[in-house]
């Protein structure tokens, strides 16, 4: 009885043992289609957030996260949305970039006229025509051809100086106080402290998100100055803050709304503001503050911007190496005022590759003059850098070889 217990028992462990060498490898192999497919949606909703067309997650490739990861130190150049508007161009842009040490560009998605360079999905910009349909034809594949290639894609977004928004919804401009339409330099800007601009401005922003940009950067993001600007009537409510307090508003606001989209917001602002409490309060941009909340703050330091003698620097524009080195020293006297722990934007100036001749004491720039900009950045502790010409006309031998 006990022999036939025991051969019983056995039968039974063997039995056990076949199922469980059966069932096993199938539990781990439905495992890892489902780790995959769930790594797949990670990637998808990580990396691409709100990006156009993604509508379902097991449709979509695996993903190289590698492609998507923030460039550690961008080293970059703007670039027209009309540069980029051909194929040609863009695998021009990009053979350059992959042969220097370039590693971002900047594009306009809303340029200083107020046109979104390509066709829109936002209502309100559609209404008013203010896309270009005739420059960036396929902004989510040029986007995702720079990733592929190492490029960090930045969209610049110019805020408050919108002369067809102003021409458009003259409700939205900035007035005199008999409720003309205020001009400044010949061009209507749009108001900062109307609340229906910031919507605006913010939502094409978040176009640029969805289309795979990983950066936005805002430009003019600050009042208009010179001209009858004086004679301005704001009108909007909240009028008794002040410029500064407006715009740091604006900024938190952009920042708040872009958040969920997974995208670095940065802005660019005058490089004088960094020592001069009155050229901040004449265009609303307070440098430390503005610090605190940003991710990337890029002050315009190009030499030729700069007064003769400021910060020590007899002919700022002969001697770019010396004026961008005490721009960004003083830069980080100021930053260092925010303390360990909290938030402190990484500074990446805005230098010059183009010659200023409407000014007294001017030279041409080329290959020298850049390098000479670029180590004044390195020698002040300070890793990222943009370069600025108007025609993308850059003098490409002044950036070292990969």
């Known amino acids: 009885m006990k022999k036939k217990e025991m051969s019983m028992k056995k039968k039974m462990l063997y039995l056990v043992m076949i199922v469980v060498i059966l069932i096993i490898p199938t539990i781990f192999v439905l495992s890892k289609t489902n780790i995959i497919n769930f790594e797949r949606k990670i990637r998808i909703t990580k990396e691409l957030p709100g990006s156009v067309g993604l509508s379902g997650y097991d449709e979509q490739p695996i993903m190289n996260l590698g492609l998507y990861k923030k460039i550690p130190a961008v080293k970059g150049i703007y670039l027209s949305e009309w540069t980029l508007s051909t194929s040609a161009n863009v695998d021009k842009w990009i053979d350059i970039a992959k042969q220097k ?12 006229d107020g046109r979104i360079t390509f066709i829109t999905s936002y209502e309100t910009a559609k209404q008013i025509g203010a896309d270009v349909s005739g420059a960036l034809k396929n902004p989510e594949e040029l986007v995702l051809k720079m990733k592929q290639n190492g490029i960090f894609p930045i969209a610049r977004v110019v805020a408050f100086k919108d002369p067809y928004l102003a021409k458009q919804r003259p409700d939205l401009s900035i007035k005199d106080s008999a409720g003309n339409v205020l001009r400044v330099g010949g061009e209507a800007w749009v108001n900062p402290y109307n609340k229906d601009v910031w919507d605006y401005v913010i939502e094409i922003a978040k176009e640029a998100a969805r289309v795979g940009f990983s950066e936005i950067q805002f430009d003019y993001i600050r009042f208009a100055t010179g001209g009858q600007i004086h004679l301005a009537d704001f009108g909007a409510p909240g009028q008794e803050k ?3 307090q407006i715009i740091l508003e604006f900024t938190k606001y952009a920042k708040e709304q872009l958040a969920p989209l997974g995208v670095y917001v940065s802005a660019d602002v005058f490089g004088t503001i960094i020592t001069s409490a009155v050229d901040a309060r004449i265009v609303g941009q307070s440098y430390l503050e503005m610090g605190k909340i940003l991710d990337y703050i890029c002050p315009m330091i190009y030499p030729s911007h700069y007064a003769d003698g400021s910060l020590g620097v007899t002919y700022p524009d002969l001697d770019p190496y010396s004026m961008i080195k005490r721009a960004l020293e003083e830069s980080t006297k100021v930053l260092d005022a925010i303390p360990p722990g909290e ?45 600025w010409n108007a025609g993308n006309n850059y003098h490409v031998d002044g950036f070292n070889a990969k």
């Open 343 to 387: 938030n402190r934007a990484i500074v990446r100036a805005w230098l010059q590759d183009f010659s200023a001749p409407w000014i007294a004491h001017w030279q041409t720039y080329g290959p020298k003059q850049m390098r000479e900009q670029i180590q004044a950045t390195y020698d002040t502790n300070h890793e990222e850098w943009l370069f």
């Open 242 to 244: 002040n410029k500064e």
């Open 101 to 112: 040490e370039i590693n971002a560009f900047v594009i306009n998605v809303k340029n200083d």
